[in-house]
């Protein structure tokens, strides 16, 4: 199993990136993906690893951190079994190294925001904000 995320790069206060996160493996079957818990984690330096969002598979609902809603969007497509994150409005305090992660179930809302709660995770990608 293994996620693969990209996208990252340097970004002047106030604009865009958009990071994507392949998933592969015996455990990511496009079928299964429809149930699957997708997030997203970022990394400050000298931080330790905090929610930036999830989505919760077909029908389920996308959950953002407090300090990302309205400029942040997770989204998916689980045929390609690649997840999103559109980052808009960006600030310098999103500066970190953002994670992908997944769970092959689906979370509940009470848990989803814990790292424990994922079994998978990709490398990390570098968004860097200048102000």
């Known amino acids: 199993v293994q996620l693969q995320a990209s996208g990252g790069g340097l970004v002047q206060a106030g604009g865009s990136l958009r990071l994507s996160c392949a998933a592969s493996?015996?455990?990511?079957?496009?079928?299964?993906?429809?149930?699957?818990?997708m997030g997203w984690f970022r990394q400050a330096p000298g931080k330790e690893r905090e929610f930036v969002a999830a989505h919760r598979g077909s029908g389920g609902t996308a959950v953002y951190a407090d300090s990302v809603k309205g400029r942040f969007t997770i989204t998916r497509d689980n045929a390609k079994k690649t997840v999103h994150l559109q980052m808009n409005s960006l600030k310098y305090e999103d500066t970190a190294v953002y994670y992908c992660?997944?769970?092959?179930?689906?979370?509940?809302?009470?848990?989803?925001?814990?790292?424990?709660?994922?079994?998978?995770w990709g490398q990390g990608t570098l968004v860097t904000v200048s102000s």
């Open positions: 992660a997944a769970v092959t179930r689906r979370l509940i809302l009470s848990t989803l925001r814990s790292p424990a709660e994922y079994d998978y």
């Open positions: 493996g015996r455990a990511f079957s496009s079928y299964g993906m429809t149930s699957y818990t």
